[in-house]
């Protein structure tokens, strides 16, 4: 085990800020104009690995601070375990006058992407199969690379209620392991498609057409880093078959984000509980994982959902899940006419597949794979669907550095309680992950 996996560490290399003008030279926290922050990075995260790479975060205030009139935000990102991620995102209110306008692009490129299978603690997890150079095993691995575009719009149905609505669409390239250095005939992939737990109609990917409509209700006081408020959303996505592959979904997700001030704007509890859920369809494995409220994001685990647990580490047809912290103000000082503020975070996550993906498929399957004869299917099944549905908790503590209450880059350590999710998770993202 190298050093870096027994102390993960996390380095900002360089951070740049510039503003470029202020309303009031004798009051620094007043922006009127431009605001940039450049940071070239160098991360360790858990799932990823060692990563290299840089954001650019711009933001113009004119005369909303510490609200903006126009954010622009672009992201790469390459790490040591040979993933790479490209995104664009662009935020407005005030681009069309009464509608809030975003677009985003990304796309992520993995040719040792994780997949543990469906249905979480139904698929024992060996750490010693994951990518062990030493014995030529990447059991957890497959190829894959995605393109997502999509554009957003809404606008205020009321004081504090909005309306949205999506276009998003994507192209998967998907493939069997194929990495010099691991034996791609042995991996959880492979053994799905020869269940036929996936498809040869979705094995390679395909393309993806999304509309989204749904309410926000938002009472915060500060949309970046609130310190009181609710941020409450339910959306509807529906992808038809427009491009003749033979899979469609319409789905439903919900989300109760509450910020509580304890006496004081620093110390805040938050927490926020969601579902997810498929409500009809017949929706092909390499979408299932898609999270409808986060960007780029895989299933239940890693830096957006549950952290500390394994990235992609639980799929499912429905999934509920929650996320408990305090964020407590350490410091709240002015550095070179910014407003600069650290903050340190502890949380509780935790999650379950309520309805599992294929379940009769899979049981049925595993039931003859693994030749039982002590007990009746009915038996072997109820088990597995209390596997299935088990509860995945993780614990950690976070911090952040709040610039200019919108540029928060955030560095997150969570651990499992159950070594079956992984060992540990360590993450650099950039704004709190609600």
């Not at 922006?31 to 790479?53: H, Q, R, T």
């Not at 690379?145 to 999506?166: A, C, H, Q, V």
């Not at 929706?283 to 299932?288: I, K, N, R, S, V």
Request: with cysteine.
């Amino acid at each position: 085990m190298s050093f870096l996996r027994r102390f993960p560490i996390v380095l900002i290399t360089v951070l740049i800020s510039l503003s470029a003008r202020s309303a009031d030279a004798d009051d620094p926290t007043i922006k009127e104009g431009l605001s940039i922050n450049l940071i070239p990075s160098l991360a360790y995260d858990s799932d990823f690995g060692l990563m290299a790479g840089g954001i650019i975060d711009i933001n113009f205030y004119g005369g909303l601070y510490p609200n903006y009139r126009h954010r622009l935000c672009m992201e790469a990102l390459t790490y040591s375990k040979h993933a790479s991620y490209y995104m664009l995102q662009y935020d407005s209110k005030y681009l069309i006058p009464g509608i809030r306008t975003s677009f985003k692009a990304y796309l992520d490129d993995n040719p040792l992407y994780w997949f543990y299978g469906f249905n979480g603690a139904v698929n024992d997890y060996d750490r010693n199969k994951n990518c062990n150079k030493n014995d030529g095993i990447a059991y957890y691995s497959m190829d894959r690379i995605f393109l997502n575009t999509r554009l957003e719009f809404g606008g205020p149905l009321g004081t504090y209620l909005d309306w949205t609505s999506k276009f998003s669409y994507w192209h998967y390239w998907i493939s069997e392991l194929n990495w010099e250095g691991y034996d791609r005939t042995n991996t959880l992939f492979r053994q799905y498609r020869a269940m036929n737990l996936i498809e040869d109609a979705e094995a390679n990917g395909g393309d993806v057409m999304e509309f989204l409509i749904g309410l926000k209700y938002d009472t915060r006081n500060i949309e970046a880093t609130p310190s009181h408020g609710i941020y409450a959303d339910v959306n509807v996505a529906w992808a038809p078959d427009i491009f003749s592959t033979g899979y469609d979904y319409l789905k439903l997700a919900a989300r109760f984000r509450q910020y509580l001030r304890l006496g004081t704007d620093r110390l805040v509890f938050a927490y926020s509980l969601a579902y997810q859920g498929t409500l009809a369809g017949n929706q092909p494995f390499y979408t299932q994982s898609y999270m409808i409220h986060f960007k780029p994001s895989d299933g239940l685990g890693g830096a957006t959902t549950l952290r500390g647990i394994l990235y992609n580490r639980i799929v499912g047809n429905d999934y509920g899940w929650g996320n408990f912290e305090m964020r407590a103000r350490l410091f709240d000082v002015n550095v070179l006419n910014r407003r600069v503020f650290g903050v340190i975070s502890p949380f509780f996550d935790a999650g379950a597949v309520l309805r599992p993906y294929r379940f009769e498929r899979q049981a049925q399957a595993f039931y003859a794979a693994d030749n039982v004869t002590a007990v009746s299917y009915d038996q072997y099944r109820s088990s597995l669907m209390d596997r299935a549905q088990e509860l995945h908790m993780a614990w950690g503590i976070g911090g952040q550095l709040v610039i200019d209450y919108n540029f928060i880059p955030s560095v997150t350590f969570g651990i499992p309680f159950d070594k079956r999710d992984g060992d540990f998770g360590l993450y650099m993202v950039l704004d709190y992950i609600f």
